[in-house]
Every structure is written in C-alpha cells, then in structure tokens.
C-alpha cells in the first residue's frame, strides 16, 4: 500500500455500549463520525487515520448525547461539524456537563469538552474535504439527532436508531414513530449497502429493515394501548400499567427497564398534550 489510502471506512467500537465511532476516509485525509468514548479509544481513532496515511480533518456528530460528543477534543486541529440543534447543546454548555456526568459515572477519562465550528441544516447535503454528505433529521429519540448518507461509499449512518441491542426510546414516542416511518421507506426504495448504527455493528438492510419494524411495532402498541385507556377514561395510573404491558421488540440490558417507564411517560404527556 502507498502513503496515499484509496477511499473506505472502518469502525471502532468503544468498550462502553458498543458505541460506534466510524472512519472514513478518501484522498489523503479522513472524516470521524461520533468519536468515543475514552481519551485513550478516541487517541487510537487517530493514530489508525494516521497509519491509513489520512489524518483526520473533520469530526461529524449524530446527535449532542454525551457519548456522542465526548471525543470532539481529540482532535483539535479538525472542524467539528453538527447539526444546527446540536450545536445549541454544545454551545449551551449542556453536551459538556453531560461529559463530565458521564466521565465521573463510569470512571472515564474522556477527550476533553466538545466544541462546535461548524452546523448545517437538516436536510442539506454538505461538502467536507473530499466528502460529499446528504444530511437527514433523525427525531425521536432526541430532537436534535442528524442521519447521514455517504452515497459514493453506499453507507447509510443513523445514529442511535434501528439498534440490535436496544429498544426505541427517547423524547418524543410520536417523532420516533414517524422517523422509522422514513427509514423504512428510504431502506427500501433507496437502499444503502450498509446501515451505520450508534450502536453495535454495522447491519445489511433486511436485517435494518426487520428492526425498524419491530420497533415501530413497539411504538404503535405503545400509543394504541396508552391511547385506549386514557380515552376510555382511565386513570393515569391504569394508562401507566397499560403501557408497561405493551411488549419490548427485544430483549434490553436492565440499566435500560427504567427506559421503558420513561416511554409511557412520554406517550401519556403528548397524548394528553394533544387534547388541550
Ligand atoms: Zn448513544
């Protein structure tokens, strides 16, 4: 191999959450999707760009969660590029209180706190280095999360969504059901070779496909069995207990069930928001 790499991607998994952070690299220099989550996993991130003889140049974020933006500052001389919501969190300060909760929680040692150079909006397709990215909004599980597709390269990147390991969750159940909505339709009329996930490794479409539809199943009982007591005049009470009996897609860690209460809260409060 030259000092020159041709174009590709690989990635990283950290140890924590099997959090994805993704290589890309064309002409010399590299791109890194999410870098995470320690200082020293972050460091190895840069040292494999180097050897690929493509330092890297640009930092793109899926979404302001800490695990998301914790390794920004390993790379200080790179744009750090978001979307324009995100970058709200990370100009608010809130992203890098998130980071030094979450390095104090698990013991970590992380990068440094996360800057912002650069936004987009949602939706545009932007030109980083060699990179040409199509940018999509991706709400739901946080209201500012951004999905990214590498045409050239046949990669499809959606952040924490369609996750082998999870279940949806997040800040707006009915802004989740309507973002899997669209995954579906773009998995199956545009298809990618390969869907990116926050989350564990890379999957073909079918399998993409099939855990799309296992948690908007999920979603749509949720809302249904929710909407169904509180419509018959349940109490809260009876529409919680009918919410947590709606079945998980699959099977989640335990430091996720609290997760699952958190969902009929959502459901309950924009249900009833919908009706004042
Ligand atoms: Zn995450």
Same mark, same amino acid.
């Given at each position: 191999? +030259? ?15 099997? *959090? ?19 200082? %020293? ?12 003889? $493509? ?15 914790? #390794? ?5 001389? $790179? ?14 300060? $809130? ?51 951004? #999905? ?10 959606? +952040? %924490? ?13 009915? $802004? ?58 349940? *109490? ?18 335990? %430091?996720?069930?609290?997760?699952? #209460? ?15």
């Amino acid at each position: 191999m +030259g000092s020159v790499t041709e174009s590709g991607w690989e990635r990283f998994e950290a140890s924590l959450y099997s *959090t994805t952070s993704l290589l890309v690299f064309a002409e010399g220099e590299s791109l890194v999707v999410d870098p995470a989550i320690s200082k %020293d996993e972050v460091a190895a991130i840069a040292l494999r760009a180097q050897e690929l003889g $493509a330092p890297v140049r640009t930092v793109l974020i899926t979404h302001g969660d800490w695990d998301h933006v914790c #390794g920004i500052a390993g790379f200080p001389e $790179a744009t750090a590029v978001m979307s324009e919501e995100t970058g709200e969190k990370v100009a608010s300060g $809130a992203a890098g209180e998130a980071v030094q909760w979450a390095a104090a929680e698990y013991d970590i040692v992380p990068a440094g706190a996360p800057r912002i150079d650069q936004t987009f909006r949602r939706g545009s397709t932007v030109s980083l280095g060699p990179f040409l990215v199509e940018t999509f909004p991706l709400a739901g599980h946080t209201d500012d999360g951004s #999905g990214f597709r590498f045409r050239e390269l046949g990669l499809l990147i959606v +952040g %924490d969504y369609l996750s082998a390991d999870e279940f949806p969750f997040g800040t707006s159940p009915a $802004a989740y059901r309507a973002t899997l909505i669209g995954l579906i339709e773009t998995l199956r009329a545009d298809p990618p070779d390969v869907v990116i996930r926050g989350h564990g490794p890379p999957s073909g479409v079918a399998d993409a496909l099939a855990i799309a539809e296992a948690d908007l199943a999920y979603l749509r009982s949720l809302h249904t069995a929710v909407g169904a007591a509180l419509s018959g005049g349940d *109490t809260s009470d009876e529409a919680r207990a009918a919410g947590l009996a709606v079945d998980l897609p699959r099977a989640a860690p335990p %430091d996720l069930e609290e997760m699952r #209460g958190f969902n009929v809260e959502r459901e309950i409060e924009e249900i009833l928001a919908a009706g004042t």
